[in-house]
């Protein structure tokens, strides 16, 4: 079962801004409820963040393959709002898309007549033609300044070495990059398989480094664009 995003946004936010964070980290609220929703993948989400530091590139990816058709496993992680801000955004005729997920937002950009090349590290069903490259995000096989745009969204917020995963889009990107993270707070219990976490558009700012990054808020997502050339 898939869920629309809007509504986990929605549950999202309830849960991380309404219950102060001693109820919202106490497991003997969180665990039922996740065994609830998650049925016999609660290990698997509930082990992730304390032994990700410890797992190898193929373990990483069988994560990923193992749990993608699960209730979170929806067509996109964008909000309708999040995608035109991202056509809007997106300059130039070669866009990659990295961490494509299921193709959603490529085969849109490609629909706008863009040349899209879409990568991921554990390639969907339904990506499509514009999958072209199973690679991780934080060494991808392309030269430098290869892409007018950069596209990377609700990625970052899963990779282990989130520095590393940025320098890397930098070095691809030849106008602008284009971010999307979860505006979220970090606690244990989530029902996702995040690692960082950016509850402020300062925080992402803070990770960018770059004060010349605009940086709004889009149905609880931040949203970054950075100029590089």
Request: net charge positive; proline share 6%; with cysteine.
């Given at each position: ?149 950069v596209i990377s969204t609700h990625t970052l917020e899963h990779v282990l070495n989130a520095g590393v995963a940025l320098a890397e889009l ?60």
């Amino acid at each position: 079962m898939a869920l629309n995003r809007g509504v986990t946004n929605r549950v999202n936010w309830v849960l991380d801004n309404c219950l102060p964070p001693v109820v919202r980290d106490a497991p003997a609220l969180m665990r039922p409820l996740m065994r609830m929703v998650l049925g016999p993948l609660y290990n698997d989400y509930v082990r992730f963040k304390e032994q990700a530091a410890g797992m190898s590139a193929a373990e990483y990816r069988a994560v990923y393959r193992r749990l993608h058709e699960t209730f979170l496993a929806r067509e996109t992680d964008l909000s309708p709002a999040c995608v035109e801000a991202i056509r809007r955004e997106t300059i130039g005729p070669a866009v990659l898309d990295a961490g494509c997920g299921r193709g959603y937002l490529s085969r849109v950009l490609a629909g706008d007549g863009l040349r899209v090349t879409a990568t991921d590290i554990a390639p969907a069903a339904g990506a499509g033609k514009y999958f072209a490259v199973a690679a991780d995000i934080e060494s991808l096989p392309f030269a430098a300044r290869s892409f007018d745009t950069v596209i990377s969204t609700h990625t970052l917020e899963h990779v282990l070495n989130a520095g590393v995963a940025l320098a890397e889009l930098r070095r691809l990107a030849r106008r602008r990059l284009i971010l999307v993270v979860p505006r979220q707070r970090p606690y244990r219990f989530t029902f996702d398989l995040h690692l960082n976490y950016f509850p402020y558009a300062w925080s992402l700012r803070n990770f960018l480094g770059n004060p010349k990054a605009r940086i709004e808020v889009i149905d609880n997502d931040l949203f970054a664009v950075e100029d590089l050339d």
